[in-house]
T-cell receptor, first 114, second 111 residues
């Protein structure tokens, strides 16, 4: 079974530039999550989709972050403009449903903002 | 606001020794997960604990849950070097699948 795919694996940008990350969940998984993991900390949920609708985006900095999940399959997370404090690993996860379901995580995109 | 705390944050131990990692959380929870993360890798689910008194074991790792105390433990028996990793607990509250992660425990098992 193919896992959660993410790209790119690494990205280095300068502050104020824009960046986008891509995620393809496990086939058939209706729920998709984006987490931010800052070095030395546990992952923090940014946004959760159920199919192509947003379930929870309460911790997403909406002035600079945006995410979409067109057609309810793959998803893109964008940062515009990036700040130094956005340096982190961005993890995508998926699950069959949004209640009582195990999450499967991708390998993440490591972002460095200089 | 839900808070999830782990201790210790760092743990260095010798092979063959036993130790316990603690996870405290501040509100009632529906479920609690333990994850393992190797450097530069993603999160691997180890256990899910669903009810008070739940105990799960896999190899040298055993997890338990006390919902009244809002405490979970991850016990390591006769540690081996391959267990070196960062371990996270994560708590689900309020229905749905929103995970709130602890700070993580970085475990190093010395040969």
């Amino acid at each position: 079974e193919a896992g959660v795919a993410q790209s790119p694996r690494y990205k280095i940008i300068e502050k104020r530039q824009s960046v986008a990350f891509w995620c393809n969940p496990i086939s058939g998984h209706a729920t998709l999550y984006w987490y931010q993991q800052i070095l030395g900390q546990g992952p923090k949920l940014l946004i959760q989709f159920q199919n192509n609708g947003v379930v929870d985006d309460s911790q997403l900095p909406k002035d600079r972050f945006s995410a979409e999940r067109l057609k309810g399959v793959d998803s893109t997370l964008k940062i515009q403009p990036a700040k130094l404090e956005d340096s982190a690993v961005y993890l995508c996860a998926s699950s069959l449903g949004w209640v009582d379901e195990k999450l499967f995580f991708g390998s993440g995109t490591q972002l460095s903002v200089l | 606001e839900l808070k999830v705390e782990q201790n210790p944050l760092f743990l260095s131990m010798q092979e063959g020794k036993n130790y316990t990692i603690y996870c405290n959380y501040s509100t009632t929870s529906d479920r609690l997960y333990w994850y393992r993360q190797d450097p530069g890798k993603s999160l691997e689910s180890l256990f899910v604990l669903l009810s008070n008194g739940a105990v799960k074991q896999e190899g040298r790792l055993m997890a338990s849950l006390d919902t009244k105390a809002r405490l979970s433990t991850l016990h390591i028996t006769a540690a081996v070097h391959d267990l070196s990793a960062t371990y996270f607990c994560a708590v689900v509250t309020g229905g749905g699948n929103k995970l709130t992660f602890g700070t993580g425990t970085q475990l190093k098992v010395e040969l």
